[in-house]
């Protein structure tokens, strides 16, 4: 049975216990977070949240991380050295994933080197480290296309690396750059066929919600993307709109796919 859960940064300006009982107000299966999201690393701390989730009944899906493989060999240190303290917080909380973000990938990097061999340097890495707490490392699309990701998959080459699959973050899409607008000349529903096999998790965006039916994304064509490949998974609210009601905007998102999913 496919989980419907939500993002931790659908919800503005609440904490990361209070985002967890509303979770469980609005009937949900699993919660997601930001790395950042929480106040501290200090084991008692994530022993209450962790200790909070598991009162709910809401296990963790990911810890989300920022950042690229790009830049200097520094910035690539650096974060390489932030992924690996994700997939610690993840191992202590009990999350199964990290999430890495792809994106455009420029030609050369700050320092002159090619830009997309240490970028594939950087997530076996990560990937790598991961695998020896049990964690599985999912790549994100934030923007790009199916074919960048598919090479990406293939060229990391770990078991434990697949995707994150973003249905409004692809190259084309509503929610990239012009923010509302799709390029009839992209099919980046294609992108969610060819990349929904090596999905670890979904992330569902929602941008105009309150009429009950998301206007800018097309949930009637994702939603068979997902039961062609038997999707088993959990997929993630993400509200991205601009409307002050979040949790209602939620609410309405979560009966909107369960009505979905209820009619496939």
Sequence with gaps: MIKIGCNYLSLKNTSVEDFIRTAYDLRLDVVDFHQRAFES????????????????????????????????????????????????????????????????????????????????????????????????????????????MLKIRSETGRENFNFIMDTGQWVGSPGSAPRGETDPDIDFYGFMEQTMPHAMYVRTKFYKIESGKEEWIDYDRIVPILNLVNYNGCISIVYEGEREDRVEQVRLAAGYLRELLAGQ
């Design 41 to 148: 690393t200090d084991p008692e701390y994530l022993g209450k949240i962790k200790a909070l989730c598991l009162r709910y009944g809401l296990p963790i899906g990911y810890i989300g991380v920022s950042g690229l493989f790009h830049g200097t060999s520094d910035e690539r240190a650096e974060h390489v050295k932030t992924s690996k303290e994700a997939v610690d917080l993840a191992a202590f909380l009990g999350s199964p994933i990290i999430r890495m973000f792809c994106a455009q990938v420029p030609e050369k990097n700050g320092d002159g080197e090619e830009a997309w061999p240490a970028m594939i340097a950087g997530y076996q890495e990560v990937a790598d480290y991961a695998a020896t707490k049990g964690v599985g490392v999912g790549l994100q699309n934030h923007p790009s296309t199916g074919d960048e």
